[in-house]
């Protein structure tokens, strides 16, 4: 009878499926850290994981192991490595919260344009002339610059048209595989994409150094605008405060962090043309639902026989 961890807090939906399931039993640990669920691991012959990190060390210690599902999309805080070595698949949770995500990042796209955070502090501080200065753009007629068009940018993208945007994407992977159909354009130098852009959203996965750095940011038009709803450590953080202190960027939106939370002493926490949201932008209500029953259903799908390998983001290493 299979054993399954769930690592996390879970919407009940998830829980729901596990109980009704058919010889499964599990064990919920709600607290997210690596510490917390460690005890359970010996017993486990599946994980259902959150964004707590899966460390060499932790898979070494769940020998019953045979697969890991990611409630959710990204899978940089877990050694694949070490699942590769055991042939242990690492599945994700395909697209369940896409759009949640896109509409985070057009939400703080317009935030950024009507400049919220300084409109608020007028209202409830003053002055009331700041609205005389005119910081406040329109999105209308602006050239957004979209890095990673899977499913969250092409979201994006639909929405951002109905902004009347001007729309080119920026991603290495689909330019090799395939361009998808569509009115968007692929940019293949990504220093020509930065210059034509007023907006840039980001959408790509992390990489070993910061996909805008302090170069890239520079190669930016003075008064554009930065958002970053994928993933700590793809914008350089130190550049970006430079940036939006000199004037050189006119706004910024984080929903992620080199660090997660953000120490009190970081310096983004006291520029006021910076929104920032808590890694929020794919946990609606709905997606959490979506996200807790897909993760778990990968689970069972794999003891079933039925696993989606389209899911699996290590089939290659592991065959």
């Given at each position: 009878m299979p054993h399954v961890l769930?690592?996390?807090?879970?919407?009940?939906?998830?829980?729901?499926?596990?109980?009704?399931?058919?010889?499964?039993?599990?064990?919920?640990?709600?607290?997210?850290?690596?510490?917390?669920?460690?005890?359970?691991?010996?017993?486990?012959?599946?994980?259902?994981?959150?964004?707590?990190?899966?460390?060499?060390?932790?898979?070494?210690?769940?020998?019953?192991?045979?697969?890991?599902?990611?409630?959710?999309?990204?899978?940089?805080?877990?050694?694949?490595?070490?699942?590769?070595?055991?042939?242990?698949?690492?599945?994700?949770?395909?697209?369940?919260?896409?759009?949640?995500?896109?509409?985070?990042?057009?939400?703080?796209?317009?935030?950024?344009?009507?400049?919220?955070?300084?409109?608020?502090a007028a209202v409830r501080h003053g002055p009331w002339g700041w609205r005389n200065q005119l910081q406040q753009s329109?999105?209308?007629?602006?050239?957004?610059?979209?890095?990673?068009?899977?499913?969250?940018?092409?979201?994006?993208?639909r929405m951002a048209a109905a902004f009347n945007m001007q729309i080119r994407a920026y991603d290495p992977y689909l330019a090799m595989q395939g361009w998808p159909e569509g009115a968007v354009p692929a940019v293949s130098d990504l220093a020509e994409g930065l210059a034509w852009a007023d907006v840039v959203s980001v959408h790509l996965p992390?990489?070993?150094?910061?996909?805008?750095?302090?170069?890239?940011?520079?190669?930016?038009?003075?008064?554009?605008?930065?958002?970053?709803?994928?993933?700590?450590?793809?914008?350089?953080?130190?550049?970006?405060?430079?940036?939006?202190?000199?004037?050189?960027?006119?706004?910024a939106a984080l929903d992620v962090f080199d660090a997660e939370p953000p120490s009190p002493d970081n310096p983004l926490l006291r520029i006021d043309n910076l929104i920032l949201t808590p890694h929020i932008a794919g946990l609606t209500a709905q997606a959490a639902e979506r996200m807790a029953v897909a993760s778990v259903q990968n689970v069972l799908d794999h003891f079933s026989g039925k696993l989606d390998q389209g899911l699996?983001?290590?089939?290659?290493q592991i065959k």
């Open positions: 769930l690592a996390g807090k879970l919407h009940p939906a998830g829980l729901a499926l596990l109980r009704v399931a058919q010889g499964v039993t599990f064990d919920h640990v709600e607290e997210i850290s690596e510490a917390s669920y460690q005890p359970y691991l010996a017993e486990a012959d599946a994980m259902v994981i959150r964004t707590q990190p899966l460390s060499a060390a932790s898979i070494a210690r769940a020998p019953r192991l045979q697969i890991v599902s990611r409630h959710g999309v990204g899978f940089d805080a877990v050694d694949v490595v070490a699942l590769n070595a055991r042939r242990i698949p690492l599945c994700i949770v395909g697209d369940v919260n896409s759009v949640s995500v896109a509409e985070h990042a057009m939400m703080m796209m317009l935030a950024c344009a009507k400049q919220l955070i300084r409109s608020d329109e999105l209308a007629g602006k050239c957004l610059l979209i890095l990673g068009y899977g499913r969250i940018g092409r979201h994006l993208a992390k990489a070993d150094r910061p996909i805008l750095g302090a170069t890239e940011i520079a190669q930016l038009r003075r008064g554009a605008i930065v958002v970053n709803t994928a993933r700590g450590g793809i914008v350089a953080e130190a550049a970006l405060v430079d940036a939006l202190t000199s004037g050189h960027i006119a706004a699996v983001v290590n089939r290659q």
